[in-house]
């Protein structure tokens, strides 16, 4: 008998899933294209359980998509695809579960940066747009730079990398961020014949601050959902300007809410019918969302 794992012991039947953003990145296992959802963050009392604050945001994600995924391969093999995943695709995933069941919109709170304006702005991005930024760039899988007149290879981050990076100290910002780079960075070219392999064939070798903007010029087009920048035109002053948007920040914070929400029925049900948090959590959401109204009218 297969053992249960903690989030199909909490699975509520009927669970309002959306597809997995990006399903190409789903994979093949048993000879059968894996088919992958999300369900809703913040309806089991194991989402009560991450701290969503902590500064270990790699890991974070992985936790949060590992619990709100449904279908896929057995146990751990899914932590391993979520881990490979582009650290584009798991923003995406982020925000797939701050929004699909939302309206699937991402409200933007911007500031015109023009001195004489300083005007707020707003904007809305949908989870459709994102998608199809996303879905644009990753067709590619590298893309090609020159470093010191030789061709390499870039590919995107993924949350493997991401952890890697964090497991090792740097100095400074500058050493952090020509690191990063290296990893991500192969040289293309082949050997000329007779050539010994050399020093510079190190990955990313003889790279300085001139190949890393290169590198973070390019990688701009190529992963647009990690560093996303918005294009806007401001409705009072008609100034253009480029606004850099966290999307994972967004993400995060939409999801901490959620956390809240469920905070805020918890407390609410604990004490008007003095249940203990196990059991609420045997009551199923709508049910709980059926006693919360009933709870609601008889305050107004
Ligand atoms: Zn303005």
């Known amino acids: 008998m297969p053992v249960m794992t903690m989030a199909e012991r909490e699975q509520e039947p009927d669970e309002p899933l959306v597809p997995f953003p990006c399903a190409d990145g789903g994979g093949v296992a048993d000879g059968r294209a894996m088919e992958r959802w999300l369900r809703p963050f913040g309806v089991y009392e194991s989402d009560l359980r991450l701290d969503l604050r902590s500064a270990l945001r790699p890991v974070v994600t ?15 093999a899914e932590g391993e695809f979520l881990w490979n995943l582009t650290v584009g695709r798991r923003i995406l995933a982020l925000l797939t579960l701050a929004v699909a ?40 899988e590298r893309v090609e730079v020159t470093i010191d007149g030789r061709l390499h290879a870039l590919r995107r981050p993924t949350g493997r990398d991401q952890l890697e990076w964090m497991s090792r100290r740097f100095t400074d910002e500058r050493e952090a961020m020509l690191w990063m780079a290296r990893t991500l960075v192969r040289l293309e070219e082949p050997r000329e014949p007779g050539e010994m392999p050399g020093l510079d064939e190190t990955p990313g070798a003889g790279m300085d601050i001139d190949a890393l903007a290169v590198i973070e010029e390019t990688m701009s087009g190529f992963d647009p959902l990690v560093n996303f920048v918005a294009f806007v035109r401001c409705v009072h002053c008609g100034c253009e300007h480029d606004h850099e948007i966290d999307l994972e920040e967004i993400a995060f914070r939409r999801l901490r809410q959620a956390q809240l929400r469920l905070l805020g029925t918890v407390h609410r049900l604990a004490r008007h019918y003095h249940w203990s948090e196990q059991e609420i959590f045997a009551v199923p959401q709508w049910r709980r969302d059926y006693y919360l109204a009933l709870i609601e009218q008889e305050n107004r």
């Open 62 to 76: 992985t936790r949060v998509l590992e619990r709100c995924l449904r279908g896929g391969a057995e146990g751990a």
């Open 101 to 140: 069941w939302d309206g699937g919109c991402i409200e933007l709170e911007l500031r015109c940066p023009e001195a004489s304006c300083g005007e707020a702005l707003e904007l809305d991005v949908t989870l459709e747009e994102l998608a199809g930024i996303e879905a644009e760039a990753g067709a590619r």
